[in-house]
């Protein structure tokens, strides 16, 4: 391995169905600036072997083996960067890259992320829009709480990722059984603050997510996605759409509020993805993570705007300002393909054709078990990419694309009492 400039360091490639368009990217930049790219991945590679220079087998999830492992590699060759998109990994990689003094989130930064109680403390202090709020360790103190702050409440895991264990409730009865599946989430994940939830107030109104950019503080926002969701009381992100003229782009009050509260979490250096409601009282922000998003939201934003998610990321983690200047001006959409029960899926057939149609995947294998909430999350067998002139018309294509799916899968039977449920693929790094 040759490193005239240094290198720069990746932890965890993740899925190569949801991630290797930005490992491509990120390589074709590393290439073009001198650096070499070397991989820190939990199992042994294999596609990612054309894209790296080195691969380092550790714990990712293990912060302790991780950051282990991160400094052998800086103690034998200069760290340009430090690149991380997997939720589980983000806290333990930011605090990393700013004991290397690398450009990064900050330590301030990433905890603000990470931890929902701290966000929603930060904001509210600063005086952003944001629903009562608490933080809960038992059954009762999610009840207290709940009955304080006034009903629909949401109860959520404290640290987690990809809407798991969420969950609305509408009296106590139905807290204190969001409390244990929020609580048995966070513990699955084995997060920090294990077993605590976050009570808030249900914010009403429609949901989007924004992907940007942050150099050196600077709030730069890249594209902004509906969000689609079901299986109520639960929140099963089912799509996306993302326009590239969205006019919500160009709302000073939104950008104003994304911008503000990046500043008062102490962001610093990096791309985050945050969930906002659409609230009568104006923009509310549910959360920032310090991330990409997931869900091919990135790749939705590639395709319909022209900027390149992995070079943005590639910018950011070397301290260079990005170019954000869209190329395209398009509409593009996802739909996840999802089952009414628990299943063993047998096959899983994609269309290859359909009006507008971007690309379509299986996400399963033959005979992988999809559990619904609260036994299982993102609990997908396919999705497909459509692309519009127009949301309505992006819309309809998803729709009819949707519908061409097959799939051949028979029932599966309840989980055994007290088990907990597995962390879905696609969320953790397990593509081996």
Known sequence: MTEPNGVLLV???????????????IHRRARSAGLDLVLLNNLEPTWQRKYFDEIVLANVFDPEAMTAAAREVAARVPIAGLVCWDEPVVLAAGELAAELGLPGLSVQGVHGCRD?????????????????????????????AAGEIGYPVVVKPRAMGASIGVVLAADAAEVATAFEVAAGASRAEHAPYGGSAVVEGYAEGPEISIDAAVHKGEYLPMFLARKQSGAEPYFEETGHIVDAADPLLDDRELMDTLARAHRLLGVEDGITHTEVRLTERGPLIIEINGRLGGDLIPFLGLTATGIDPGE???????????DLVPTRRS??????????????VRSVTVPTEAPGLVTA???????????????????????VVCEGADRETCGRRLDAAAALVEVDAGLLGPPEPGASFVMPAGLLDVDA
């Open 11 to 25: 932890i965890g490639s993740g899925l190569k169905l949801y991630r290797e368009y930005l490992v491509r990217s």
């Open 116 to 144: 929902k109680y701290r966000t929603r403390s930060v904001l509210t202090a600063g005086g952003l829009h944001q629903p009562g709020f608490a933080t809960a360790t038992t059954v009762r103190e999610a009840v207290v």
């Open 331 to 344: 509409v593009v959409g996802i739909r996840f393909g999802c089952p009414d029960h628990d299943c063993v």
């Open 361 to 383: 995947a299986r996400m399963v294998e033959p005979g992988a078990s999809l559990r619904l909430p609260p036994g299982g999350y993102l609990a997908r067998h396919s999705f």
């Open 312 to 322: 943005v990321l590639f910018d950011v983690a070397t301290g260079r300002r990005p």
